[in-house]
Structure formats: C-alpha cells, structure tokens
C-alpha cells in the first residue's frame, strides 16, 4: 500500500511517515511488544462474567475497509487482538474499564467490541504508557436497541499515538462515543462511523487539551446510510503553548437516506501566540428528503468579559484561564457519558488533568 | 442548434452560434510554437515571450489536480483545443464597425443597448480577442485606462510588467500556466488615485467557434482611494463537443481602494470554466467578488483575497446553480496575513436534475494577523434526489485574537413556503422559482439590476419543469 497522498485532508496535517513508528513509510517494525489489557467495573470491582473479554483471531477476514493505518496497525505482528462481548440485554449500573498500557518502545493492539441488543452499557477505555509509539486499532458494531456510551481517555505520556476506530450502528441503537485528549505527543484519530440501521442514533464528542508542543489530529467521518438515522459531533479543542489542534471531518448523507438529521461543530480556544487550530469538517449531502444536515466550526480567544468577572471574584489571572478552558472542555465531556462517569472524570479535571498553569 | 448539441445543453438560450468567420485559426493541440507564433502574432516584447515559454514548459510538467472532479478534468483533451482564433481585424471603438455577424451577436445577448444605459465602458471578447472596446470621455479624461489586455501591453508596457503574474504566478497551478503560456484578450484596467468610478465598466466574452479554448488574461490595479465596479458576463454556442475557458484575473487594491468584480457566467454546459482570480488588498483596502455560476460543464473557480494591509477587507458572495451534468466545484480563499482585516464568505449553492454543487474555501489567518474576523457561510439547496451537494471547507487559525465562524446547511425547499405561495395563487413552479430567486437574493441585489433582472429571469427558465 502506498503513502497517502497529503492532498486529501484526512493527511494533511499528518502526513504518513510524521505518524508511523519508525518515520520510514515502507517499513513494518517487527520488535513489538503487546500491550496489558484489563477489564474491571470503574469503581473497581470485577466486570460481570457474561461480559467476556477473549483472544481474537489475527489472521481472520474482517469485514471491514482497511486504508492504510488499519491495515498497518494489523500487519504488525504480535499486537495483540481482543475481543470484548457485552450480551444481549445486559443492563449495567456501573461502568465497565479497559485499562490499557502499552510495553516496551513500541506498542499496540486491536480490539473488537460487540455489543448486545437491547443492552444498556457505558465503557471507559484508558490508554496509559511511556512508549514511543502506540497503535489502537478499534472496530465493533452496537447492535439493535443498544444503548451505549463509550470514552477513550488518551492518558499517554510522551508517545505518538495512531487510532483508528471503525464503528457500525444497527436500527434503533443509541451510542455516544467520546475522547478525551490529555496525553501523547502526536495524536492521529481516524475515528468513523456508519449508521446502517433505520433509526440508529450517534452522537461523538470530543474534548482535546493540547498544551506544549503536543499535536492533535483527529478525522471523524460519520456516514449515514440509511433512512432516518440521527447523529451529532460536538468537538472541543483548546490549545495553548506550541501545541495544534486540527479537527477534520466527514458527514456524508448516502442518496436515499431520508430523513437524516445531522450536524457538527468544531469549537477551538486558541490561548497563546505559537498555537495553531485547523477544522476542515467537510459535508456530502445525496439525498433532499433530509430533516436538516449542516456544520459550523468557530475559532477563537478566551472572552476577556468571563476573564474580567472572575478576576472580579478574586481569581488570579491563571486560576480564570484554568478554570474558563476546563469549563469549555467540560461542555462536550458533560455529554459522553452518565453521572457515575461523569464524577469520575471531574475528578480527573479537579486532579489537574485540564490544568495549564 | 442541431440535435446532439440540444441533448447535451438542453434549452440554452445563449447557445445559438454564428458562421464562423476567422481571419487567422491556429490548428488545434498545443506547442512551444503555437506559444511562441501568439506571441509573434502580437508583436509582444521578449520578456512576454519569455513568460509564455516558460509557463508553457510549467504546463506540461504539472500534473492534473487531484482534487475537484478529477473525472471530469480528465476527459479534458488539450490536443484538441483551438489556443488562438482571430475574428476581427482590429479592435473597434465604433459599433457600426464590428463585423455584421459578430455584432448581431452581441446585439442578440444586449451588449451595446446596455452599454448606452448603464455602463461607463465595455469590452466584447469573442474567441481570442477584443472586437469592441469603448469608455466614457470623462472616466478617460480623469486618467481611467481600460482597454483589452493585448492593447494594454502595447500602450502600458511598464505597469503590465510590474503587475503581470506577481498575484498568480504560473507555477501556481497547471491553468495558471496554461492562461499565462496562451493568454490572449481580457481586459486591463488602471485607476488613478482618489478616481471613483461611479458606473460600472463591463467586459463580454463570448465563445463561438467549436473546440475553442479562450484564454482571457484580466489585471484590473486601483491606485490609493479609488473605486471600480468591474462586471464580466460569459455565453457560448451549444456544441457537443467541449471547450475549454481558462481565465487568470489579477486584482490589485492600494491603500484604501475599493474593488468590486461581479461575474455571472453562463457558458453552456459544453463548457470547461477552470479560472485562477486573485486579489491582493492592501491597507483598508476592500475587495469583493460577486460571483454567479450559471453555466458550464464542469466549473472550478475560488476567488481569493489576499488581505495584506492593516483593515483591509474581503467579501466574496458566490452563488452556483448545478443542473443536469454540471459540476459547480466554486468556492472562496481569504488570506489574512495583517491585522484588523476582516472577511465574509456568502455561498448560494442550488442543485437540480442530478446536478453537483461543491463550495470549496480556504481562510487562512497567519502568527502575525491580529484582530482578525473571518465569517463563512454555505447554504445550499437540494431539489430533487439525483442531485448532490458538498462543502469542503479549510480553517488555519495560527493567531489566538482571531474570531472566525463557519457554519454550513444544506435542506430542500421548505413545503410550508411552497404552500404559502400557492394559496397565493402562485403555481407550484412559479413558487419554486420565486423561492429560488429569494434565496439568491443576498447575490442579485449586489448586482447592477439589469444583470439581476437577467439572473432572475434565467433561474425562471432553469425552475421550469422542476415540479413532478
């Protein structure tokens, strides 16, 4: 497979070899060390036993559309494949926890998520490490009547990280799927959806803290192919120091998905001179019988009103900013998931995750 | 027009086409020769030559883009092009002079009964050249130079060469080259400071021979404080075979000037419109194209301002009607690379009988622009279910005082307006043609109300037959 070409946007801002472990594009590294995975309910009890988390088979056909990444990320050898099943109807209070961490200098894994008809779940997945270089490679269907909520939480240290997610919703489901951005060194998401059943729901948020030098590029493509499906991105970045944000996008309307209703936004805060934000949420509309189908994206500075009236309060100058780009970074997180999760993550919002100064 | 053409261009009302009447056709296919025997052809000075040869090598070398309808650009066959085709003799100041066949043209299109009414000068292009050319003795006598661009090399030689192919280069992209290595006609406008030109000035072009490439080359320069209105209208005879309309337009705007380059294309739907236009604003400074596509096979065509003093401003309100197989692939570029410049992008797009409408922009705010507001919006309209409609927009923020906006929709005709207009007593297609025009409106009302007048009639005619 050949390096893509940057004229597509989906590489633009990352080209191929700025994100492959070893920056030569031909080569496929073969020391590779698999990475530890756990599954537990979040307040750390053990997940129910019908919730099963399995070997998958490498080698089996998938019926997916590899481009490059995905099909790099399952060229490379002993990266490890898991298979996590939630049954039909499993209603959990708790939410379920993946932890993983990666070992060694580069590191990845492949994991498949199926989830039961009629079953009302949350999974919250960490990726924590200090490799140089992490692949995830996610893939899965919800199935019918699913209700769903989904968070990855980039917890890397100073790693590059490769993420590519293929989804596919069946009628009637309900799934949101979030990412959080705290960590890495160089993100490239290339997350996709496909809304194949009558009905199916999606919504994506994302909420991406970028400071330093750190670089974040995430492509949502969401695709509805059928008839009278729903879906909505909502994507916040802040970005300070050195660091950049790009949010790229896709939302495709297939003829003859009638009655679709869709919408994205990219929202970026740009908090320091050497920053940069770049959206390119692009719109392919086939179909006229559509209840509504649009995007927006918005850049710009802190308002300096919300500044003046904490300062007013009696924050300092950097406790306004702290507490003004978590509140930004909270309006997308507050969506991704029940409270149970929710209050864990503003835990982590509390414990400095967002915190710049 | 015979039938084949009438199965490809439908009821195109610009589409009948004259004997042709050539003094000088160059064979079809494209050479170094063929650049060099224009250039000679025109008595043109070395460094024009030179220019042209260079562009040409350009040309050969650069790949197809690969963006856009690359389907389409494809099927481009540049061997069978027609690069210069000569009609007239001379260019004419006096109507009575123009060749009788080429002014029943433009006498059928309206050229010179708008030109007594509201103009304050025009230009009529047909195939490679200007045949008429006038302007108004006071705009003349306030220093006002408008003439075709062949003419304006030959009296302007100084300004052309400082202005010529510094906004686009012709290693910006292969048409880029291609115009610059075969350029012939367009117009050449000069400004002095502090002139205001109050009436617009117009230029016509017009294609009429089969396979014909035309190649205008367009550099319009507003000196400190002054203004223009510059409006270009585009038609061709209905052939089954393409032609290919390749334009570079260069703009440039001294501090505090105020250009605005209205366009409403209608080529026929054999027509290939591939044009390069380009602004440089300088300190408050205003650029502003208007820009119609009605016509055309296959358009690609995104204005662009380069905002390169303090204030200056951009406004490009773009509207694009795609019918049966067209392709409107327009769109806008706003570089700001000072600070206190602002921007507004407008796209109208309206697609119908499996037609294919794309804006494509980019904004672009660089480290050093500060106080930058860029605002963009795309609207677009889907008629009927064969048809489709893409945004591909691009943001590159690098400044944290920049406030920019986009945001993008694309719906069908609302039943409830449709509904309105007939307990009205409008019929189902009148209604849909006043919803049209409605909502091209924020277009024709900045446009001289002759042309909105025409722009409304002609969307009238492109609603007909659209209801079942």
């Known amino acids: 497979m050949s390096a893509p070409d940057r004229a597509e946007h989906l590489w633009r801002y990352t080209p191929w070899h700025r994100i492959h472990p070893t920056g030569n594009p031909d080569d496929i590294p073969v020391e590779l060390s698999p990475a530890l995975v756990n599954l537990s309910l979040l307040d750390g009890s053990e997940a129910p036993e019908e919730v099963t988390i399995s070997a998958l088979d490498n080698d089996i056909e998938r019926d997916v559309n590899d481009d490059i990444a995905a099909a790099f990320i399952r060229a490379l050898p002993a990266s490890g494949a898991v298979k996590v099943t939630i049954p039909d109807g499993m209603v959990l209070d708790q939410p379920l926890l993946l932890t993983i961490e990666g070992g060694g200098d580069i590191s990845g894994i492949q994991i498949e998520i199926s989830v039961g008809s009629n079953s009302q779940t949350e999974l919250l997945t960490i990726i924590e490490s200090g490799v140089n270089w992490f692949g995830l490679l996610r893939s899965g269907t919800i199935h019918p009547s699913a209700i769903f909520n989904d968070i990855v939480l980039n917890r890397l240290e100073d790693t590059k990280l490769l993420r590519i997610e293929q989804f596919n919703l069946l009628s009637d489901c309900q799934a949101k799927f979030g990412t959080i951005g705290v960590g890495g060194s160089r993100t490239k998401g290339d997350l996709r959806y496909f809304l194949t059943g009558n009905g199916a729901n999606l919504q994506v948020n994302g909420s991406i803290f970028s400071a330093g030098e750190q670089h974040n590029d995430h492509h949502v493509e969401i695709m509805h192919e059928i008839s009278h499906t729903y879906s909505r991105l909502k994507w916040h970045s802040s970005c300070s120091d050195k660091s950049r944000t790009i949010g790229t996008g896709m939302l495709r309307i297939a003829h003859g998905a009638k009655g679709s209703d869709s919408a994205q936004v990219f929202n970026n805060l740009l908090l320091s001179r050497d920053a940069e934000a770049d959206s390119i949420p692009e719109l392919e509309v086939l179909e006229n019988e559509v209840v509504g189908c649009g995007h927006g994206t918005a850049n710009g500075p802190i308002d300096e009103g919300q500044m003046f009236y904490l300062q007013s309060r009696g924050f300092s100058e950097s406790e306004a900013q702290d507490l003004l780009v978590a509140s930004f970074l909270n309006a997308t997180m507050k969506e991704m998931g029940g409270n149970t999760i929710h209050n864990w993550l503003d835990k982590l919002i509390l414990g400095g995750a967002y915190t710049q100064t | ?468």
Not at chain 2, 75 to 96: H, M
Not at chain 2, 246 to 272: D, P
Not at chain 2, 339 to 351: A, D, E, P, Q, V
Not at chain 2, 440 to 448: A, I, K, V
């Open chain 2, 1 to 468: 027009m015979s039938d084949d053409a009438r199965d490809v261009v439908g009821d195109y009302k610009a589409g009948w086409h004259d004997p042709e009447t050539a003094t000088i056709r160059f064979d079809s296919g494209l050479s170094e020769k063929v650049v060099r025997d224009i250039s000679e052809l025109k008595n043109e000075p070395e460094w024009m030559t030179e220019i042209r040869v260079k562009a040409y090598h350009h040309f050969v070398k650069q790949p197809m883009p690969t963006w856009g309808n690359t389907e389409l650009l494809n099927g481009i066959n540049f061997d069978a092009v027609t690069y210069f085709l000569r009609s007239g003799n001379k260019t004419e100041v006096d109507w009575d002079d123009v060749p009788e066949d080429i002014k029943r043209t433009f006498d059928r299109l309206g050229i010179p009964d708008a030109e007594q009414k509201w103009l304050g000068g025009v230009t009529a292009q047909y195939e490679s050249e200007a045949v008429y050319h006038s302007i108004r003795e006071d705009l003349e006598s306030q220093g006002v130079i408008f003439l075709d661009m062949d003419a304006g090399l030959r009296e302007h030689e100084d300004i052309v060469k400082e202005y010529f192919c510094k906004i686009v280069p012709y290693q910006d992209n292969k048409f880029s080259a291609l115009n610059t290595a075969v350029w012939s006609g367009g117009s050449f406008i000069y400004v002095p400071k502090g002139v205001k030109v109050d009436m617009p000035v117009q230029a016509y072009f017009r294609i009429n021979a089969k396979n014909m490439g035309q190649f205008e080359r367009t550099l319009i320069i507003v000196d400190e404080g002054a203004s223009i209105h510059y409006v270009e209208g585009c038609t061709a005879p209905a052939y089954s075979t393409e032609s290919l309309h390749s334009a570079v337009v260069e703009l440039i705007a001294h501090k505090g000037a105020h250009i605005r380059y209205s366009t409403v294309q209608n080529w026929s739907t054999n027509v290939y419109n591939l044009v390069t236009k380009r602004a440089v604003a300088h300190e408050n400074a205003t650029v502003e194209w208007v820009d119609g596509n009605i016509g055309s096979k296959l358009t690609m065509k995104y204005p662009a301002v380069i905002l390169k003093g303090d204030g200056a401003h951009a406004e490009v309100i773009s509207v694009a009607y795609s019918g049966s197989g067209q392709h409107q692939d327009a769109g806008a570029k706003v570089h700001h690379l000072a600070s206190n410049t602002t921007s507004s992008i407008l796209s109208k797009s309206i697609s119908k009988d499996g037609g294919r409408g794309s804006y494509r922009g980019m904004v672009t705010v660089s480290k050093k622009a500060d106080n930058c507001k860029v605002n963009v919006v795309c609207d677009a309209l889907i008629l009927d279910d064969e048809s489709q409609s893409d945004t591909y927009p691009t943001m590159e923020i690098a400044n944290p005082t920049c406030r920019s906006e986009h945001e993008a929709s694309v719906s069908k005709v609302s039943d409830e307006q449709v509904f309105y207009l007939m307990t009205r007593g409008h019929t189902e297609e009148e209604a849909m043609a006043l919803i049209v025009n409605g909502f091209f409106e924020p277009f024709t009302r900045e446009l001289p109300m002759e042309y909105a007048v025409e722009l409304n009639k002609l969307m009238a005619f492109e609603m007909e037959g659209s209801i079942g």
